[in-house]
């Protein structure tokens, strides 16, 4: 504890030329990332992230996830109809989706247990990243132009069981 109070001048000094210089490159780093990160979205309007998003009990998410993985076991999903993804430890339920090329899909993720990572790849570089967390149901439309096989993979780490949590979309033509 000091004695005698410092002046304002001690605690206020004026910025030295690297101060300065510092300052003006974070600003243009910055400014050149918004820039970029807005021309994406307009490039690329299909990879964004989901707007619609809504609060689902755990539990309630991964028995539609269930009921609906009895229902379309083995057979193409037909146009239309919601999917319902959920993410478990250390599981994707369903495992696996049947899909049909040129149809627009409205796929609903969410997690069953702990924070999960949905990572859709493709031979051709499609590539979708989202970050799943319970508790909230998350909205993608999906698109496939041409029939190939895309696997998905848990990109958070949630547990021992997490690099073998792997599914897969299987896209006919």
Request: hydrophobic share 45%; aromatic share 12%; with cysteine.
């Amino acid at each position: 504890m000091a004695i005698f109070p410092r002046k304002l001048e001690e605690w206020y000094k004026p910025l030295a030329s690297v101060d300065k210089t510092w300052i003006a490159a974070s600003v243009v780093i910055a400014l050149v990332m918004a820039t970029t990160t807005l021309a994406w979205s307009f490039a690329d309007p299909s990879h964004q992230v989901p707007t619609e998003t809504f609060e689902v009990a755990p539990a309630e998410f991964r028995e539609m996830a269930s009921s609906f993985a009895d229902k379309y076991r083995g057979s193409t999903i037909p146009e239309g109809t919601e999917i319902y993804l959920a993410a478990v430890q250390w599981a994707w339920i369903p495992k696996e989706l049947r899909l049909k090329a040129g149809v627009t899909y409205k796929v609903v993720i969410s997690s069953g247990d702990v924070l999960h990572g949905f990572s859709l790849i493709g031979d051709d570089g499609t590539v979708y990243n989202l970050m799943v967390m319970p508790g909230m149901a998350y909205v993608m439309y999906i698109k496939f132009d041409k029939p190939g096989v895309y696997e998905i993979r848990c990109n958070e780490f949630c547990g021992l069981g997490h690099q073998g949590m792997v599914g897969r979309i299987i896209v006919e033509g």
